[in-house]
């Protein structure tokens, strides 16, 4: 049985392409010191950007950390890459928290998602083409 406390799961909405993904991949160091409360930090910081969407996280059993970023334009997605708290982060994250990692940015031109009636929240079915 898990000790963590359960948390409401649902993936980003499908948005009316074209927009933007950031895909962030990293194999963690051993020594995280520091990072949970930069990570939230660059949670909350992230959301200010004009033209966030939103983001989705995942962690494989292995400990390979998945972080997708949607933004509305390439704009948004430039704002976010040159923010200077953001790039302290980074370099910190080279020097410290990472043995490696892989960014890889792409313009969504289709986009479509699906959630069962009744279940949540704004439960209707959601598509976009």
Do not use: C
């Not at 948390?7 to 895909?23: K, L, Q, S």
């Not at 990072?35 to 983001?55: I, Q």
């Amino acid at each position: 049985m898990s000790d963590q406390s359960e948390v409401a799961v649902a993936p980003v909405e499908a948005f009316e392409p074209p927009y933007y993904v950031a895909v962030f991949t990293a194999v963690p160091t051993d020594d995280r010191s520091g990072y949970g409360e930069t990570n939230a930090r660059m949670e909350d910081l992230v959301k200010e950007v004009p033209g966030y969407l939103g983001a989705d996280h995942a962690q494989t059993p292995g400990g390979l950390s998945i972080t997708v970023g949607y933004f509305r334009d390439a704009d948004a997605l430039t704002q976010w890459r040159s923010n200077a708290e953001h790039r302290a982060a980074q370099e910190r994250g080279r020097a410290e928290w990472y043995r490696s990692y892989t960014l890889h940015v792409a313009k969504v031109e289709r986009s479509h998602g699906y959630k069962r009636a009744g279940v949540g929240p704004g439960s209707a079915v959601t598509t976009s083409a």
